[in-house]
């Protein structure tokens, strides 16, 4: 049985994973870090490691993306996308009139993720904008801090699942202030899977350091995958951490690493006195029609 690391119980994280296997027995391992994630597979006590590397609304998760980059060497072995459906949610009753209709009057602080409750900033400032506004280490510890202060006026914004999870009440549901809220998960580990779902596709991502004296090095870089017709998914850049104004790029590219163009590519770069490090070559999964292969 795969063992999995991923954050808390209820977090968007844990709701991808189970969507991702499906019916498939698998043995989910929690922490409350990002860190301590990463470090479960990198110390062997867990398989694979699960990480939310991008947001359709926030964008790129930086820290999580510079933990892949600069402190652990973990290929990723499967790519997938999930909707990042954010709740309000509550200890039951505590936000409902005589009546039982909602009251968000009483409503002192919310609690969540800050990905999370920016993703909800809109809903926020049209129905409590009044209220504190906390952030903690995931939407799951959010829930379960309201859940262990009842009675305060605190709410949280987290998922169905975490709502499950700790026995809350769901006060409103959907309000993320976008419909097409979705994240970008990797699975990372040291070894391939098979994943009981048939795949969109093929990518491969590098990351490529540039010469310091090498005027135009990055398009001609871009100019190697370009003339080949390779297609780029993502291009983004990162401080090396290394010295003040140099960057490492991190590249996606629509194809597999056995692609005798995108070899050819990398060699060509290389060739250009380009560092090129390999983070994985692997199959990728769309929500849309891992949904409509479930049906």
Same mark, same amino acid.
């Given at each position: 049985? =795969?063992?999995?690391?991923?954050?808390?119980?209820?977090? +968007?994280?844990? &709701?991808?994973?189970?969507?991702?296997?499906?019916?498939?027995?698998?043995?989910?391992?929690?922490?409350?870090?990002?860190?301590?994630?990463?470090?479960?597979?990198?110390?062997? =006590?867990?398989?694979?490691?699960?990480?939310?590397?991008?947001?359709?609304?926030?964008?790129?998760?930086?820290?999580?993306?510079?933990?892949? +980059?600069?402190?652990?060497?973990?290929?990723?072995?499967? &790519?997938?996308?999930?909707?990042?459906? *954010?709740?309000?949610?509550?200890?039951?009753? /505590?936000?409902?009139?005589?009546?039982? @209709?909602?009251?968000?009057?009483?409503?002192? @602080?919310?609690?969540?993720?800050?990905?999370?409750?920016? *993703?909800?900033? *809109?809903?926020? !400032?049209?129905?409590?904008?009044?209220?504190?506004?906390?952030?903690?280490?995931?939407?799951? &510890?959010?829930?379960?801090?309201?859940?262990?202060? $009842?009675?305060?006026?605190?709410?949280?914004? #987290? %998922?169905?699942?975490?709502?499950?999870?700790?026995?809350?009440?769901?006060?409103?549901? =959907?309000?993320?202030?976008?419909?097409?809220?979705?994240?970008?998960?990797?699975?990372? #580990?040291?070894?391939?899977?098979?994943?009981?779902?048939?795949?969109?596709?093929?990518?491969?991502?590098?990351? +490529?350091?540039? $010469?310091?004296?090498?005027?135009?090095?990055?398009?001609?870089?871009?100019?190697?995958?370009?003339?080949?017709?390779?297609?780029?998914? !993502?291009? &983004?850049? !990162? $401080? %090396?951490? @290394? =010295?003040? #104004?140099?960057?490492?790029?991190?590249?996606?590219?629509?194809?597999?690493?056995?692609?005798?163009?995108?070899?050819?590519?990398?060699?060509?770069?290389?060739?250009?006195?380009?560092?090129?490090?390999?983070?994985?070559?692997?199959? %990728?999964?769309?929500?849309? /029609?891992?949904?409509?292969?479930? *049906?």
């Amino acid at each position: 049985m =795969k063992s999995i690391a991923v954050l808390p119980q209820g977090s +968007v994280s844990h &709701e991808a994973l189970l969507h991702l296997f499906g019916n498939e027995q698998i043995n989910v391992v929690h922490h409350k870090l990002i860190s301590d994630v990463f470090l479960s597979t990198v110390e062997g =006590k867990t398989d694979y490691s699960v990480i939310p590397i991008e947001n359709t609304i926030e964008g790129s998760v930086s820290l999580h993306i510079d933990w892949l +980059v600069n402190e652990v060497d973990l290929p990723m072995q499967a &790519e997938w996308i999930y909707p990042s459906v *954010q709740n309000l949610i509550s200890t039951p009753g /505590e936000f409902k009139d005589a009546n039982g @209709k909602r009251d968000f009057s009483g409503i002192v @602080k919310i609690l969540s993720h800050p990905v999370a409750t920016a *993703q909800c900033g *809109q809903y926020i !400032r049209e129905h409590a904008p009044w209220a504190e506004l906390e952030s903690v280490g995931s939407t799951s &510890e959010a829930v379960e801090i309201v859940k262990n202060n $009842p009675g305060r006026g605190w709410a949280a914004i #987290g %998922t169905a699942l975490g709502a499950a999870t700790h026995g809350l009440e769901i006060v409103d549901r =959907k309000i993320t202030d976008h419909d097409n809220n979705y994240t970008r998960f990797v699975l990372v #580990g040291h070894d391939k899977i098979q994943l009981p779902r048939k795949s969109s596709g093929n990518k491969t991502s590098v990351l +490529v350091t540039l $010469p310091e004296d090498f005027p135009g090095a990055l398009h001609q870089v871009l100019s190697t995958f370009a003339w080949r017709r390779l297609n780029l998914s !993502r291009i &983004e850049s !990162r $401080p %090396t951490k @290394k =010295k003040l #104004g140099t960057y490492y790029f991190y590249i996606d590219v629509l194809e597999p690493i056995e692609s005798i163009l995108l070899q050819a590519a990398i060699e060509e770069i290389e060739a250009l006195r380009c560092q090129v490090r390999i983070l994985g070559s692997y199959p %990728t999964y769309t929500y849309e /029609e891992e949904k409509a292969e479930v *049906q």
